[in-house]
């Protein structure tokens, strides 16, 4: 097993890589909108119907962290459909994170890739699914840069070395900023320990020489995080778990199940295989430090506590941007995993390492591959409507269910997230449409590369009716008046019956039977296409 340990690993990354590629759409939160905005950006910047944009758009002047999936998107989208595009994005994500993190484990220590055949729990985590592409991308760059470092810190006074580590740090960065944080802080340790000889006694000269060239790498990455960090802010949004109810969530791997509450077994037993590597490194201490990688061990040491400590007294949100547990709770155990490959073990441990982690991977792919095709068949049937839209056209797009609930079961194809939650994004992103989708949560966050012009931000008027408020409920007329501009289409994304009990939903079905007509409802009612009568 050990000799085909290198084509185990891409065999097992093939099958990885076969639940995105199989389908037609593998539906992430966010990544519909990212689309959209991705082609919003590409169409205004080479004027393809720019004066049609403008009366809602304009383009974030700043470079920000954050642009990197929207680059790749909109580059992607001048070649391939939509549905390519995002799959290309998702498939390139997946092969960097998983190669990104065997770089690295080899740059510890090369008899340690038997180690990275536990990436699955890490790959398609929460953050993944939720369609955090730029979060994903920015770890998958970490992976290049600490690695890359690792194997020439001691070298660096080659000038190519020095730009080669500046430029995969620039990456990290301009993708996202939380894993450029993390990758300089890395950096910054293993300075510490290898030049910790230089600091007691204190050799000035030495310390400023070096240390001098680690800050002008990181310089750019630097610059460009202080820049976003003071428009962004720092405010924040209190969490609403406990300590304890977050410590619990940990010990069940929360973020390594994206789709059903039964990945919780594998997940689970990821966090149990981890364990077991512990206590045999616990047991057999004295037997398995590499003497020249021990300070690197003590460095994702570190890590482990401090992000640990992260996750436990994180707020939801930062400055804006939410989710800050989910994209904490999966980093303690994986840099426990990268601190696990400075040691030594044994080919036996190798093997059953390897055994457990294809185990543990193939339970995940069982249990969610039904489900992800489900969700791309709706997904597709969802995509019809786009046929019934005209070009140039403002859709306002209503979701009622973003778990996407099956039908006659309580049950939904989405225990664990809500990734419908701006799936009908994808209708503007398609090549011969050009249209302006009300709900576009992204326009409002003023990192992201497209955003509203003043007055057409439909939270100043229809907040109640912006994606993951159940039920969407709002006066549509209040927006036209502040936009001075009629919708000339509503798309009904899922419609949940039950709904119509309620008053405020009442209202606004009221509202759209006076102004709108329906054009097209899909076969299983999925999706709906109602149109203005008098436009």
């Known amino acids: 097993m050990l000799k085909f340990e290198k084509y185990l690993f891409y065999v097992l990354l093939l099958l990885a890589l076969s639940i995105v590629i199989i389908p037609t759409y593998y539906?992430?939160?966010?990544?519909?909108?990212?689309?959209?905005?991705?082609?919003?950006?590409?169409?205004?910047?080479?004027?393809?119907?720019?004066?049609?944009?403008?009366?809602?758009?304009?383009?974030?002047?700043?470079?920000?962290?954050?642009?990197?999936?929207?680059?790749?998107?909109?580059g992607l989208l001048q070649i391939f459909p939509m549905w390519l595009a995002d799959k290309i994005l998702q498939i390139l994500y997946l092969v960097l994170f998983a190669t990104g993190l065997r770089y690295l484990i080899l740059s510890n220590e090369p008899k340690n890739g038997f180690l990275s055949f536990l990436f699955f729990p890490f790959l398609f985590n929460l953050p993944f699914q939720q369609g955090f592409y730029n979060y994903s991308l920015s770890l998958a760059f970490l992976f290049f840069t600490v690695g890359y470092y690792i194997r020439h810190k001691q070298h660096f006074d080659d000038t190519i070395h020095q730009l080669v580590l500046a430029i995969l740090l620039l990456l990290t960065t301009f993708s996202h900023g939380m894993p450029a944080v993390y990758a300089m802080l890395i950096l910054f340790l293993i300075?510490?320990?290898?030049?910790?000889?230089?600091?007691?006694?204190?050799?000035?000269?030495?310390?400023?020489?070096?240390?001098s060239k680690l800050?002008?790498?990181?310089?750019?990455?630097?610059?460009?995080?202080?820049?976003?960090?003071?428009?962004?802010?720092?405010?924040?949004?209190?969490?609403?778990?406990?300590?304890?109810?977050?410590?619990?969530?940990?010990?069940?791997?929360?973020?390594?199940?994206?789709?059903?509450?039964?990945?919780?077994?594998?997940?689970?037993?990821?966090?149990?295989?981890?364990?077991?590597?512990?206590?045999i490194l616990l047991f057999t201490r004295m037997k398995v430090n590499i003497h020249n990688r021990t300070s690197i061990g003590h460095v994702f040491l570190i890590m482990i506590v401090f992000s640990f400590f992260s996750y436990i007294t994180c707020p939801h949100s930062i400055g804006g941007a939410g989710s800050i547990d989910i994209r904490l709770g999966f980093l303690p155990p994986l840099f426990l995993l990268l601190f696990f490959s400075t040691k030594n073990w044994s080919d036996l441990s190798k093997q059953l390492f390897i055994s457990s982690a294809f185990i543990i991977s193939i339970s995940f792919l069982i249990i969610r591959f039904p489900y992800v095709l489900k969700a791309n068949e709706i997904g597709k049937e969802i995509m019809t409507a786009g046929e019934h839209i005209e070009d140039k056209s403002v859709v306002l797009n209503l979701h009622f269910d973003d778990w996407?609930?099956?039908?006659?079961?309580?049950?939904?194809?989405?225990?664990?997230?809500?990734?419908?939650?701006?799936f009908s994004d994808f209708i503007g992103a398609q090549k011969e449409k050009h249209l302006i989708m009300v709900m576009n949560y992204e326009a409002e966050i003023n990192y992201f590369p497209v955003n509203w012009q003043a007055g057409k931000n439909p939270r100043e008027s229809i907040a109640q009716l912006i994606p993951g408020n159940y039920p969407p409920c709002g006066d549509i007329l209040s927006y036209e008046q502040q936009i001075h501009r009629k919708i000339n289409y509503v798309l009904i994304q899922n419609w949940r019956k039950d709904f119509e009990k309620i008053e405020c939903v009442q209202q606004l079905i009221n509202q759209l039977n006076n102004h709108f007509v329906m054009i097209y409802q899909s076969k299983n009612k999925y999706v709906a296409v109602l149109k203005r009568k008098d436009v």
């Open 404 to 422: 996407q609930r099956i039908k006659n079961a309580d049950d939904s194809l989405f225990q664990l997230d809500g990734s419908f939650i701006h």
């Open 191 to 211: 300075w510490i320990f290898d030049y910790f000889h230089f600091l007691i006694p204190f050799h000035f000269k030495k310390i400023i020489s070096e240390l």
């Open 215 to 279: 800050l002008l790498i990181a310089l750019p990455s630097l610059l460009l995080l202080f820049l976003f960090l003071a428009k962004k802010g720092f405010g924040t949004e209190p969490h609403a778990w406990s300590y304890s109810k977050k410590l619990i969530m940990f010990l069940q791997f929360w973020t390594s199940q994206s789709t059903r509450h039964a990945e919780m077994y594998p997940a689970m037993a990821s966090g149990i295989l981890l364990i077991v590597l512990f206590f």
């Open 27 to 74: 539906i992430t939160g966010d990544g519909a909108s990212h689309t959209y905005n991705a082609k919003v950006l590409f169409d205004y910047v080479f004027n393809f119907e720019r004066d049609f944009y403008k009366e809602f758009y304009t383009i974030n002047r700043s470079i920000d962290p954050n642009w990197m999936s929207h680059l790749i998107l909109g």
